[in-house]
């Protein structure tokens, strides 16, 4: 007996009607038997049917997973990109703050220097 292509079952439905049994007396009734074995291959036929639609689906879900991975895996790596960028801008911030506070101060000095020199020359 041949095993099928896309599955572990020993008979497809075609061998399963082309069977044929030695004729015994005191046997089984042929007709009982060729009634059975029709439902077995509808069962059968129903059962491939299934297994082909099921591998259609696998292989779109498959296909859907490769490309989620992909997308998860680029977006990951945008999102190290962006973070990267984001403690680069905290560092800039960080010193645009003191070169601010920097400037500031030197104002400030700047400013009482100033203020000591108009004091001078009223005088």
């Given at each position: 007996?041949?095993?099928?292509?896309s599955s572990e079952?020993?008979?497809?439905p075609?061998?399963?009607l082309?069977?044929h049994?030695?004729?015994?007396l005191k046997g089984?009734?042929?007709i009982?038997?060729?009634?059975f074995?029709d439902?077995i291959i509808?069962?059968?036929r129903?059962?491939?049917?299934?297994?082909?639609e099921y591998e259609?689906?696998?292989?779109?879900?498959?296909?859907?997973?490769n490309?989620?991975?992909?997308?998860?895996?680029?977006?990951?790596e945008?999102?190290?990109?962006?973070a990267?960028?984001?403690?680069?801008i905290?560092?800039e911030?960080?010193d645009?703050?003191?070169?601010?506070?920097?400037v500031?101060?030197?104002?400030?000095?700047?400013?009482?220097?100033?203020?000591?020199?108009?004091?001078?020359e009223?005088?």
């Amino acid at each position: 007996m041949k095993k099928t292509n896309s599955s572990e079952l020993l008979f497809s439905p075609e061998q399963i009607l082309e069977k044929h049994f030695s004729v015994v007396l005191k046997g089984y009734s042929p007709i009982e038997v060729d009634d059975f074995l029709d439902k077995i291959i509808e069962d059968y036929r129903t059962f491939y049917s299934l297994i082909t639609e099921y591998e259609k689906e696998l292989f779109i879900l498959k296909d859907k997973l490769n490309k989620s991975l992909i997308e998860h895996k680029k977006l990951s790596e945008e999102n190290e990109i962006l973070a990267h960028n984001q403690e680069k801008i905290e560092s800039e911030k960080f010193d645009n703050l003191n070169l601010i506070k920097r400037v500031s101060r030197l104002e400030k000095l700047i400013s009482k220097n100033s203020n000591l020199f108009d004091d001078e020359e009223d005088n």
